[in-house]
Nanobody, 120 residues
Framework: VQLQASGGGWVQAGGSLRLSCAAS????????MGWYRQYPGEEREPVAT???????DYADSVKGRFTISTGNPENTLYLQLNSLKPEDTAVYYC???????????????WGQGTQVTVSS
């Protein structure tokens, strides 16, 4: 699976952005997809996840402000970022986690990252 992330940019605090992650094939069969972010010099941290059953989960720091979803095209994952804060400034990465029918984890695929910058 190839993933192409886009939608990052510069925004003032309180503003909104929508990130997109376009997959090279339908994502309906992919068990879990989501977003991580990475601050300079730090490891990536999870932001939001979504299962193909529709369950979602968010980091405490973004609950109520970010929304993960899928939509048209059917091979696209979105992350809506509202009420942005300067501390949301980071590179955001989408991922797709392959899970086999017997529950074993397969490969995890990553998009190339998109920069979000929030000014105060």
């Amino acid at each position: 699976v190839q993933l192409q992330a886009s939608g990052g940019g510069w925004v003032q605090a309180g503003g909104s952005l929508r990130l997109s992650c376009a997959a090279s094939r339908s994502i309906s069969s992919i068990e879990t997809m989501g977003w991580y972010r990475q601050y300079p010099g730090e490891e990536r941290e999870p932001v939001a996840t979504r299962t193909n059953g529709g369950s979602t989960d968010y980091a405490d720091s973004v609950k109520g402000r970010f929304t993960i979803s899928t939509g048209n095209p059917e091979n696209t994952l979105y992350l809506q970022l509202n009420s942005l804060k300067p501390e949301d400034t980071a590179v955001y990465y989408c991922y797709a986690q392959i899970t086999y029918h017997d529950g074993r984890y397969g490969s995890r695929y990553w998009g190339q990252g998109t920069q979000v910058t929030v000014s105060s």
